[in-house]
């Protein structure tokens, strides 16, 4: 189950306006990323675009236009990729830039072979598909995050080689390489997103 909350800023401290995005046979278990029972094969291509499809609905339905777009780890990975191509021409959307953060350190899961069809019946199909390298991976959808974002933070110094390699064949990206933790480099963090929006 995924719960944001959120204040519009003319709002009174106290005024808060909640959004949920709900779906119990998708996300009422216990674990993070495993099957949905004993021995099913993954559904996590399902939650993954239910999950992204999902807020991309709700920042619309509640006339949010969002200036940059920060997704993070592989489970969000499809998002750049949807926004650069099924929502590219959206109004709400067409002008934000999206920022992906590789994280070394989270949990991995297994992905579905049947994501391509998910993803054609989108009409993400053939070249767009090229950064899976024909893979369905965690790591296949972080290639994809990748060549579908404006900027990339790398969250972490224990970022795979492969994926590193991947980044600097992609020249056209903003790059924040890690800084350090959040708590301690805000500041490079805040320079970073008003790149995108000075």
Same mark, same amino acid.
């Given at each position: 189950?995924?719960?944001?909350?959120?204040?519009?800023?003319? +709002?009174?401290?106290?005024?808060?306006?909640? !959004? +949920?995005? %709900? *779906?119990?046979?998708?996300?009422?278990?216990?674990?993070? /990323?495993?099957?949905?029972?004993?021995? =099913?094969?993954?559904? *996590?291509?399902?939650? +993954?675009? #239910? #999950?992204?499809?999902?807020?991309?609905?709700?920042?619309? +339905?509640?006339?949010?236009?969002? %200036?940059?777009?920060?997704?993070?780890?592989?489970?969000? =990975?499809?998002?750049?990729? @949807?926004?650069? !191509?099924?929502?590219?021409?959206?109004? @709400?959307?067409? &002008?934000?830039?999206?920022? #992906?953060?590789?994280?070394? *350190?989270?949990?991995?899961?297994?992905?579905?072979?049947?994501?391509?069809?998910?993803?054609? /019946? %989108?009409?993400? !199909?053939?070249?767009?598909?090229?950064?899976?390298?024909?893979? $369905?991976?965690?790591?296949?959808? &972080?290639?994809?995050?990748?060549?579908?974002?404006?900027?990339?933070?790398?969250?972490?110094?224990? $970022?795979?080689?492969?994926?590193?390699? @991947?980044?600097?064949?992609?020249?056209?990206?903003?790059?924040?390489?890690?800084?350090?933790?959040? $708590?301690?480099? =805000?500041?490079?963090? $805040?320079? #970073? @997103? &008003?790149? /995108? !929006?000075?």
């Amino acid at each position: 189950m995924t719960r944001s909350s959120s204040r519009s800023p003319r +709002s009174p401290p106290h005024a808060y306006r909640s !959004t +949920s995005l %709900d *779906n119990a046979d998708l996300f009422g278990r216990k674990s993070l /990323f495993g099957p949905p029972s004993e021995g =099913a094969p993954s559904d *996590n291509a399902d939650r +993954s675009i #239910f #999950f992204i499809r999902g807020v991309l609905e709700a920042i619309k +339905s509640l006339h949010w236009i969002p %200036d940059v777009i920060h997704c993070l780890g592989w489970f969000s =990975a499809l998002a750049p990729v @949807y926004l650069k !191509t099924a929502y590219k021409d959206d109004p @709400y959307f067409e &002008r934000a830039k999206v920022i #992906f953060s590789v994280d070394g *350190n989270e949990e991995e899961g297994e992905i579905g072979e049947d994501l391509i069809k998910k993803l054609e /019946f %989108d009409k993400i !199909t053939g070249d767009l598909l090229d950064p899976l390298q024909g893979e $369905v991976t965690p790591d296949a959808l &972080r290639r994809m995050a990748i060549h579908y974002s404006d900027g990339v933070i790398l969250g972490q110094e224990s $970022v795979s080689p492969e994926l590193i390699e @991947y980044l600097h064949s992609e020249p056209d990206h903003k790059v924040l390489e890690y800084p350090g933790p959040a $708590v301690d480099h =805000a500041e490079a963090y $805040v320079d #970073f @997103y &008003r790149s /995108f !929006t000075e």
